[in-house]
């Protein structure tokens, strides 16, 4: 295997990653203000992931910084070309955190609730903006024979990419559901566990139209291929596992669900990096967008010592705060 298979497979990961761990964080700001009708269950539905989402963040963070590293040209083009959505992505992505930390520096209910309210929009924005980006690396924007981007902000507001998006905020909704089905207890959980039934449906449904539209645009059929078609069951399956009360497999099949979604983009796009639609022969590959061997080099022996070391970090906080966060622990 080459390095420049290696970095492709490791990038792909990396986004797999940061969307099973940051996308039940996006799923439960988006239903903080659902499964959490007073201050206290919306406080016991947010400390859930108060101890995980900045970390989780990371994985966003290695993911751009391995693009920008191993694919130089990739990271130069899309994020130039793609320089609007992802100021509103950093802009969405602010927000929500720096409304984690102010929600609760006043002790006034509009305070909390505009704090909440920024909290909510950042956390639905960000994974639609995100997936309205991946469907575009694959969907094909212009692009000339310099590896520019040639076109505009509406070129990556096409009907494929938006579903994309929707579809990839369907399933952080159904993502964050289990999670806090999971990890609270009492009618925080009741209303927890009725939405992922509820959003089961929808974002199967969603899952199974964007995976069929995505064969029959790289001209493969109609028949989704194995991991796209797992994933659809799976997330059918959540209704039937949290109706009967099976937290954990619910949880399992909504990480599997979002994992094999990002991952089939990546899947679908290579060794293709960047699709041009202006011609094929303008597309970036893992061969003309990559760095030097000596670099990628370099990078697999940082990798290959540091990456396993956040891992168990992670692991381990994890471990620590794995309990189920009731109203006892809020404390005055």
């Known amino acids: 295997m080459s390095f420049q298979v290696f970095w492709f497979i490791a990038i792909a990961v990396l986004w797999t990653g940061f969307f099973v761990l940051e996308g039940f964080d996006f799923g439960v700001g988006i239903l903080r203000g659902v499964v959490g009708k007073t201050d206290e269950e919306r406080r016991v539905a947010i400390n859930t992931i108060g101890p995980l989402w900045d970390g989780n963040e990371v994985w966003?963070?290695?993911a751009a910084a391995?693009?920008?590293?191993?694919?130089?040209?990739?990271?130069?083009t899309m994020f130039s070309g793609f320089y609007v959505p992802l100021v509103l992505l950093l802009v969405a992505l602010i927000a929500r955190g720096v409304s984690f930390e102010f929600r609760g520096k006043r002790d006034s209910d509009r305070w909390r609730r505009n704090w909440d309210r920024l909290s909510t929009a950042g956390s639905l924005l960000a994974p639609f903006l995100i997936g309205v980006a991946l469907a575009n690396l694959l969907h094909g924007v212009p692009i000339d024979a310099n590896q520019e981007f040639t076109g505009s902000f509406l070129d990556l507001l096409n009907p494929y990419s938006l579903f994309a998006g929707l579809t990839l905020v369907l399933l952080c909704v159904l993502h964050g559901s289990t999670f806090l089905g999971l990890r609270t207890d009492g009618i925080v959980r009741e209303r927890a566990t009725k939405v992922a039934g509820r959003s089961s449906i929808a974002a199967g449904v969603a899952l199974l139209v964007f995976v069929t539209w995505t064969q029959l645009m790289l001209d493969r059929g109609a028949i989704p291929d194995f991991l796209p078609a797992g994933a659809v069951l799976a997330t059918f399956a959540v209704s039937w596992l949290v109706r009967d009360g099976r937290d954990g497999w619910a949880f399992a099949?909504?990480?599997f669900a979002i994992a094999a979604t990002v991952a089939t983009f990546f899947i679908d796009l290579y060794p293709t990096v960047m699709v041009s639609s202006t011609k094929a022969a303008n597309s970036l590959t893992i061969q003309n967008a990559s760095s030097s061997a000596y670099s990628l080099k370099l990078m697999t022996i940082v990798m290959l010592v540091f990456l396993p070391l956040v891992l168990v970090y992670q692991g381990w906080t994890y471990y620590v705060?794995?309990?189920r966060v009731t109203t006892a622990d809020l404390g005055d």
């Open 253 to 255: 099949m909504t990480a």
């Open 60 to 62: 966003l963070i290695v």
């Open 66 to 76: 391995s693009m920008f590293a191993a694919f130089p040209a990739w990271y130069a």
């Open 321 to 323: 705060f794995r309990r």
